[in-house]
Nanobody, 126 residues
Framework: QVQLVESGGGLVQAGGSLRLSCAASGRRFSSYAMGWFRQAPGKEREFVGV????????YYADSVKGRFTISRDNAKNTVYLQMNSLKPEDTAVYYC???????????????????WGQGTQVTVSS
């Protein structure tokens, strides 16, 4: 069992930056790939990016590539989402999720993930 708690959301102006954190409790955090998703009002949940268990591999959605960076600190049981050059269309609730299966390819579908956090709101004003 893994419990995930996101933090770091807030209101930021377009062009600004935020860093989200996702703290995990429970053992075996380092064995999970960790993904970030987001959901804007009235829209489907969207894959943002994922990092493998060691931090050696990352994969991003085209919409955030070059602006967002995922990292992890397994000693702290925490994964991060650094968001730069934020745009109003990045406004959403951001969720972290844990993927416990074998990484054959970057897991991009929400249903592939085993555990989810409660989400943190990010609002980007124009």
């Amino acid at each position: 069992q893994v419990q995930l708690v996101e933090s770091g959301g807030g209101l930021v102006q377009a062009g600004g930056s935020l860093r989200l954190s996702c703290a995990a409790s429970g053992r075996r955090f380092s064995s999970y790939a960790m993904g970030w998703f987001r959901q804007a009002p009235g829209k489907e949940r969207e894959f943002v990016g994922v990092i493998n268990w060691s931090g050696g591999s990352t994969y991003y959605a085209d919409s955030v590539k070059g602006r967002f960076t995922i990292s992890r600190d397994n000693a702290k049981n925490t994964v991060y989402l650094q968001m730069n050059s934020l745009k109003p269309e990045d406004t959403a609730v951001y969720y972290c999720a844990a993927y416990g299966s074998t990484w054959y390819r970057p897991p991009k579908r929400g249903e592939e993930y085993d555990y989810w956090g409660q989400g943190t709101q990010v609002t980007v004003s124009s």
